[in-house]
T-cell receptor, first 111, second 114 residues
Framework: RKEVEQDPGPFNVPEGATVAFNCTYS??????FFWYRQDCRKEPKLLMS???SGNEDGRFTAQLNRASQYISLLIRDSKLSDSATYLC????????????FGRGTSLIVHP | EPEVTQTPSHQVTQMGQEVILRCVPI?????FYWYRQILGQKVEFLVS????????KSEIFDDQFSVERPDGSNFTLKIRSTKLEDSAMYFC????????????FGDGTRLSIL
């Protein structure tokens, strides 16, 4: 079983749409969770950390469900500039502090 | 905002040659990492480095690879006897403390093996 799993997409949505991604992880002892954004051939950039109580940053909302072992990212009012790959990253998924990356979910926002 | 910097941005090398990829982590960070991303695939952990020694390494990080922190600022990844399948983006990352902090990534070195 893959340690961190994401639907690769692509999710193809119009501007202004709301879109949600999920990410599941296999190790219940995983300790911290992040969403990164990666543009084509660029480095991953931290979008937001994911806290147990859920957290929001502008149009972005992240949630953690420890019981079901998944995290989610909700993007409201999508912009063209949101088009990217969204990487789920879990620390401790492999039983250590090493971050484990999901393969990423591709988002395409069109006019 | 301080950044992790990597050089070169693109390295083209003949198969069998050695390459050294360089990284300057953020100055007050203590933990350093190398990752690899083959085109179209996910980011893969290679090695972590703390207190001047390797703290963890993946199965990918075999005897072909080595890391060094030759001075107080640089962190290098050496790949000996490169193979075609070493072609990838290599990212350096650092963070200040262990545990549950997010990492800061450099903008990567694209390594092309011919």
């Amino acid at each position: 079983r893959k340690e961190v799993e994401q639907d690769p997409g692509p999710f193809n949505v119009p501007e202004g749409a709301t879109v949600a991604f999920n990410c599941t992880y296999s190790n219940s002892a995983s300790q911290s969770f992040f969403w990164y954004r990666q543009d084509c051939r660029k480095e991953p950039k931290l979008l937001m950390s994911v806290y147990s109580s859920g957290n929001e940053d502008g149009r972005f909302t992240a949630q953690l469900n420890r019981a079901s072992q998944y995290i989610s990212l909700l993007i409201r009012d999508s912009k063209l500039s949101d088009s990217a790959t969204y990487l789920c990253v879990v620390n401790g998924a492999g039983g250590s502090y090493i971050p484990t990356f999901g393969r990423g979910t591709s988002l395409i926002v069109h006019p | 905002e301080p950044e992790v910097t990597q050089t070169p941005s693109h390295q083209v090398t003949q198969m069998g040659q050695e390459v050294i990829l360089r990284c300057v982590p953020i100055s007050n960070h203590l933990y350093f990492y190398w990752y690899r991303q083959i085109l179209g695939q996910k980011v893969e952990f290679l090695v972590s480095f703390y207190n001047n020694e390797i703290s963890e390494k993946s199965e990918i990080f075999d005897d072909q690879f080595s890391v060094e922190r030759p001075d107080g600022s640089n962190f290098t990844l050496k790949i000996r006897s490169t193979k075609l399948e070493d072609s990838a983006m290599y990212f350096c990352a650092s963070f200040k403390e262990g545990g549950n902090q997010p990492q800061h990534f450099g903008d990567g070195t694209r390594l092309s093996i011919l």
